[in-house]
C-alpha cells in the first residue's frame, strides 16, 4: 500500500517537474552523463555530439562525476530528470545504482539511453554501443596477422584481471586464433598493476622466454607505451610487432617510431554524435527497428534487437595515417 | 662485505643489536638460501634466465626499487615507515613530465624532481615527528594525498613522449657494466656511509632502539626523524627521474605497489619492522629477491598472478622465523 503510494508520488512529482520544462522551450534538450568528467575520452565523446546538437538544432548538455563514484552520478541523472531534459544519455558506473532513477525517468516521460557503457537490467531504452567485444578481439587479431603472417607466437600483457571487458577480449582473441589461424600460439596472458613499468618487463620477459616472439598485444592503454618501449629497447622495432586497444594518444609516438604500427579501438567522437542522434530521432517520435543510416557517419549503424542495442559500427584501426586525426 | 657491515654495526650500536646478531645472520643466510633456491628453480626452468641479457634484465628493472629501498631501510631502522614512496615517485615524476613539457633541460628538471620528492619526504616526517602519530597512519593519510595531487595535476591524461637523455642511466653501459650497477652502488655507497660512518647514523639507529632513550641523551630526535623522511624523499624523487628517464612517460598508475614492494624488500632484508636493526645488503638481496621472482615467473611459464604469493609466503616465513628466534633469544 504505502509502497505504491511512494511509486505514484515519485511519478507524479517527476511529471510535475517535466511539464513546465517541455512547455518553457521547444528545443529538445539531450544530456550525456559520462563515468568521470574531464578525461580525453568523454572531451571527444563531447565534441562529436556537440557536432550532432549543432547540425540537429538540439542543445547538449554533459556532465559527469569528477571521480568514478556511482552515487554521484546519481545525483547528476536526478538533477537532469529535475531539470526536465528530454533525453537523459548514461554511460553507468553502477547498475543496481541507477535502476530505479531510470524508471522513475521513463515515467517522466524522458528517453533514456545508456551509451558507452550498458546497463542490461534496466528499462533503458537503447543501448548506443560503439564496438562488439567479438569485433574488437577479431580485429586485433586479423590486423596482426596481417603483418605477422598467420603463423608465430603472441604474447598478451593486459591490465587488472577485474576488468570485464579485457577478459572479454582476451577470449575473442583466443577464440579467433583458435577458429581461423592454428598455426598462432599464445603463449603468454600476463596482467600488470597499471604501471608502464610492469608492461614494460612483462613484454621484455615474454621476448626472452620465447626468442622467436612474433607479437606483444596490449589489452589496455596503460600496457601501450611499456610494451612499445620494451621493443625498441630491444632493438626488435620491425622484428617483434606491438599493437594493442589503445588510445590515439598513448600509443602515437609508437605508431610512428614503427614500434606499434596500429591500434584498435573506436571513434568516442562519432559514439557521441550517434548517441546525440538517437535521442534526437527518439524524441521527434521516430522508432529503431532495423539497420540505418546516419547523416554525417558513413557506416551503416545496426540494429541488434535482442538486446535493444544499437552498434556504431566495427572498430576503428588507427595507424600511421590517421592517429594525427584524433585526440583522446 | 656482509660481515664488515655486521661488525661496523656491533660496535656502533647499543646492547639491542648485539643480542639480535644472530638472528640476522641466520635471516641473511636464510635470504641467500631462498636466492639460490629462486635461481637453479629459474635456470633449470628455462635457459634463458642466466643469459647475459635477461640478467642485465632485471637490473634494469631493479634499479628505481632498490634506491627507494635504499632509503626505506634507513628509515624502517629509525623505527618508522613510509607507505606514501608511491605517491612521492608519482609527484615527482609528474613535476618531472610537466617541466620536460615546458622545454626545460635536464638540469633544471632533474633538481625539480629531487626536491619535490625531498620536500614531501621531509612533510611526512615533520607530521610524524611533531604530531607524534604513528607513521603508518601519518604516510597514509599522505598517500591519499599525494594520489589526489597527480589526479589533479594530470587529469587522468598520461604524459608521453618525454625526451630520453637520462635513459643511459638505466638503460646505458659503463665500463662494460650496465649503468645501474653504478646508481645502485653509488645510491647503497652513501647510504651505508651515512648511516654507519657519521654520528648522524649513529643517531639514526640510537633513535631506532630506543627513541625515549634517545631523546634523555640529548638527541633532537624530531631533526632526525625529519632528515631521514626527507632522504628518503629525495630517493623517491630520484627513483621518479630513472622511472621516467627509461620509460619516458607518466601514467596515472605510477607508483602503484611501489611502497608495499621496498618495504617487503627491506624487511625479507632483514630489516626489523620495530626499528634499531637493518641491513642494506640485506635490502639489496630483498630487492633482487622480488625482481627475480617477477621475471623468472614469467620465463618458466608460471602466470604472473603467482608472484605476489611467492613473495607473500616468503615474507611469512622470514617472519615467522624471526618471531621464533627473538622468543627463543629472550
Partial sequence: ?328 | MWTTLTSEASDARNRASVISRPIRIGREVLLLIALGVLVAIFASQSEFFLSERNLTTILRNSVDLAVICAGMTIVIILGGIDVSVGGIVAVSAVLIGRAYQYDMPDMVVVPIGLAAGAALGAMNGAIIAKSRVPPIVATLGTMYIFIAVLFLVIGGVWISGLPNTLSFLVLGEFLGLPSGLFVIGAIYGLSWLMLRRTPWGQRVVAIGCDEHAARLVGIRVDRTKIQAYALLGLFAGLAAVLYVARLRNVEVNIGTNIALEAIAATILGGANIRGGIGSLLGTLMGVLFIKMTQNGLVLIGVSSLWETVVIGGLLIVVLVLDALETRRTS
Fill in chain 1, 1 to 328: 500500500m504505502s509502497l505504491t503510494k511512494s511509486l505514484s508520488l515519485g511519478a507524479a512529482l517527476g511529471l510535475a517537474t517535466a511539464i513546465p520544462a517541455a512547455a518553457q522551450d521547444d528545443t529538445t534538450q539531450i544530456a550525456f552523463i559520462p563515468q568521470i568528467a574531464g578525461i580525453p575520452y568523454y572531451v571527444a565523446m563531447e565534441e562529436g555530439a556537440q557536432r550532432a546538437a549543432e547540425e540537429l538544432g538540439v542543445e547538449y548538455v554533459q556532465e559527469g562525476p569528477t571521480s568514478t563514484n556511482a552515487a554521484d552520478q546519481l545525483r547528476i541523472f536526478e538533477s537532469f530528470v529535475n531539470q526536465g531534459f528530454d533525453v537523459i544519455a548514461i554511460s553507468p558506473l553502477d547498475e543496481e545504482t541507477l535502476k530505479p532513477a531510470i524508471a522513475r525517468a521513463l515515467e517522466a516521460g524522458i528517453v533514456v539511453l545508456t551509451s558507452d557503457a550498458d546497463a542490461p537490467g534496466s528499462d533503458r531504452q537503447f543501448f548506443v554501443a560503439q564496438a562488439l567485444d567479438q569485433d574488437l578481439g577479431y580485429t586485433l587479431l586479423d590486423e596482426a596477422v596481417e603483418r605477422i603472417g598467420e603463423s608465430g607466437k603472441i604474447a598478451i600483457v593486459s591490465d587488472s584481471p577485474t576488468i570485464q571487458s579485457m577478459q572479454n577480449w582476451i577470449a575473442a582473441i583466443e577464440e579467433r586464433a583458435a577458429e581461423a589461424y592454428p598455426e598462432i600460439e599464445i603463449v603468454s596472458v600476463d596482467h600488470t598493476d597499471g604501471t608502464a613499468q610492469r608492461a614494460y618487463q612483462f613484454a621484455t620477459d615474454a621476448m626472452t622466454r620465447n626468442p622467436d616472439l612474433k607479437a606483444v598485444l596490449g589489452m589496455a592503454s596503460t600496457t601501450c607505451p611499456g610494451i612499445a618501449q620494451a621493443v625498441e629497447a630491444a632493438g626488435l622495432v620491425g622484428e617483434v610487432l606491438t599493437a594493442g586497444y589503445c588510445s590515439p594518444n598513448t600509443a602515437r609516438e609508437y605508431i610512428k617510431s614503427g614500434a606499434m604500427p596500429f591500434s584498435v579501438l573506436w571513434n568516442p567522437a562519432e559514439l557521441g554524435y550517434l548517441t546525440v542522434w538517437v535521442g534526437d530521432h527518439l524524441v521527434d517520435g521516430g522508432e529503431i527497428t532495423e539497420d540505418f543510416e546516419v547523416d554525417g557517419l558513413e557506416q551503416t549503424i545496426q540494429y541488434l534487437p535482442e538486446n535493444d542495442v544499437i552498434l556504431l559500427g566495427p572498430p576503428a584501426v588507427f595507424t600511421e595515417e590517421n592517429v594525427d586525426d584524433f585526440d583522446f
